[in-house]
């Protein structure tokens, strides 16, 4: 008999592939997805008091289909078409799978289904809760209270979603050739996104919000399975390993933040960073063209790889900013740029490159624009006009840890 | 990003919402919360009390002072607030601009600070 967390991971890894065959079967992806999420609410309680099925993907399967039959059924009956209905059952034998044909369907089928749920008709924050929901098997409760809503606005939110998609006629099939790399890009944003909302908190219902960066890293690692030799993907993972690696480093007991250069690195995931580390470097050496993750994802490596803040080589990271400025230029890369500048070349030419940015709409009250100016003002020994940036960028962040910090610069500074 | 809308009512922002256009303005409150509840965007919300139920408590040298009547001595009070998550704050300001009491009194939208974050 199994308890606890193995059923829990067992139930994500089954969760998209029991949604695929479902899908696969029947058509109607927001019907299937309640019932898969039915399905693994039942065994989710079922299974830790009286053992895993020996078959556990079929059990699911069977019972999501039941469940399906059932809706659809009372459905047709609501608008008196029973009749097509009798088409669909009988199910349960049916779906299950022959011995033998069973992985490469289900990697097809979660690879289709992440491209479902990150459709671009989609807003962000709902392509990020219906893949937790369909690909990633977690319950509308669990992810309502890792983005700290009302369960009922999740709820909202996702079907919300599952309707839209529904009325793009958008099919469970395959994405046409042409039309993939456009979709993985969205795919791989929105599981640094999961990645990144688990990263940053501090406090809050603490639990819940890490899983979400176990999660991202999770499919992440699916993604990557199916499509090797993919080198955003593989840059993304490696970013995500590389980045997590540190968490244990970046937050205080009290949840205050510690800068980079303050952390202590003997609390860094060392097996984290070798993974990551090797990753990318073959992904480097693959000749695959190059892109921003992987760009990244090469910097965090060179970051995680110092021993000591003082043996970090700013030189090869200041490399890596001007190709991620050619490959990928936007404004935040342009403030990370300008502090690796700053670090090779001194603080007034970091400032420089800053100014640029001062006309810049998008970055137009960004707290992070002050916070890198006062950071360099401070390097430069002006201290007074680092303390007012510092106090600026306090005042404008909405994130209490942050300010927390700001101000504690700032107070540093007399 | 999640967004706190401030209500703000005047002493006749009360009488127009108890008088004869009281029905529509309500209607047009429940339409605002209707599609902010479908679209997923609300997160919650409460009306207030009249501020003539207001207790105001103030501590001076570890006594505390408890009066009646609300903090500020102003025409403008606050009367309830509406929080939600949009992605852009054109959108939450939006949303107050459609509420009725913008045209009677104000109000106000202001960001709520979450407990996230990172530094370099």
């Known amino acids: 008999m199994t308890t606890g967390e193995p059923v829990e991971d067992l139930l994500r890894e089954l969760a998209p592939q029991v949604l695929g065959a479902l899908v696969r079967r029947y058509g109607h992806f927001d019907a299937c997805e309640d019932a898969v999420q039915e399905a693994l609410l039942a065994a989710a309680t079922q299974w830790p008091r009286q053992g895993v099925p020996e078959r556990a993907r079929g059990w699911l399967i069977t019972v999501a289909s039941r469940r399906l039959t059932d809706e659809l059924r009372s459905e047709a009956a609501r608008r008196r078409r029973e009749t097509t209905v009798a088409a669909l059952a009988p199910v349960e034998e049916s779906v299950l799978p022959a011995p033998g044909e069973q992985r490469s369907p289900d990697q097809d089928d979660t690879l289709t289904l992440l491209f479902l749920c990150c459709h671009p008709s989609l807003s962000p924050p709902s392509q990020v809760a219906l893949t937790l929901r369909a690909v990633g098997g977690l319950t509308t409760a669990e992810i309502a209270r890792a983005f700290l809503v009302p369960e009922a606005t999740m709820a909202q939110r996702i079907s919300r979603a599952k309707q839209r998609i529904k009325a793009t006629g958008a099919s469970f099939e395959p994405l046409p050739e042409a039309e993939r790399a456009e979709r993985l890009r969205v795919v791989l944003q929105v599981l640094y996104l999961i990645f990144n909302e688990g990263y940053t908190a501090t406090s809050g219902p603490r639990l819940q919000r890490l899983e979400l960066t176990a999660e991202a890293i999770r499919l992440a690692r699916a993604v990557h399975r199916m499509l090797p030799d993919d080198g955003e993907v593989a840059g993304l993972l490696a970013l995500l390993l590389l980045t997590d690696a540190r968490r244990a480093a970046r937050c205080r007991p009290d949840g205050s933040l510690v800068p980079l250069a303050e952390q202590d690195r003997s609390r860094w995931n060392q097996r984290q960073i070798r993974e990551g580390a090797e990753l990318i470097t073959a992904t480097l050496a693959s000749r695959v063209p190059l892109g921003p993750y992987q760009l990244q994802a090469a910097i965090a490596a060179v970051h995680d790889e110092a021993s000591k803040a003082e043996d970090t080589d700013w030189r090869q990271i200041l490399a890596l900013f001007e190709l991620l400025e050619r490959v990928a230029p936007n404004p935040v890369v342009t403030l990370n740029h300008a502090v690796a500048l700053g670090m090779v070349h001194g603080p007034a030419a970091g400032l420089e490159l800053l100014a640029r940015l001062d006309g810049d709409d998008r970055m137009a009250g960004n707290h992070r624009v002050d916070a890198v100016r006062a950071h360099l003002l401070e390097m430069a020994g002006d201290r007074d006009a680092a303390r007012d940036h510092y106090l600026q960028a306090a005042r404008r962040t909405t994130s209490l840890p942050e300010q927390r910090y700001l101000r504690s610069r700032a107070a540093q500074l007399g | ?120």
């Open chain 2, 1 to 120: 990003m999640k967004y706190m809308l401030l209500i703000y009512d005047n002493p006749n922002t009360r009488e127009v919402f108890f008088g004869e256009q009281g029905a529509e303005l309500m209607a047009e409150v429940d339409a605002i919360m209707r599609e902010l509840t479908e679209s997923g965007e609300l997160v919650g919300g409460q009306a207030l009390a009249d501020p003539s139920n207001s207790k105001t408590v103030r501590v001076r040298d570890g006594v505390p002072a408890v009066t009646d009547g609300p903090f500020a001595e102003s025409k403008e009070q606050m009367g309830g607030y509406l929080i939600v998550e949009c992605e852009r704050e054109e959108r939450a300001v939006e949303i107050a601009a459609r509420w009725p009491n913008a045209r009677f009194a104000a109000m106000e939208v202001r960001p709520i600070m979450d407990t996230s974050g990172d530094v370099m």
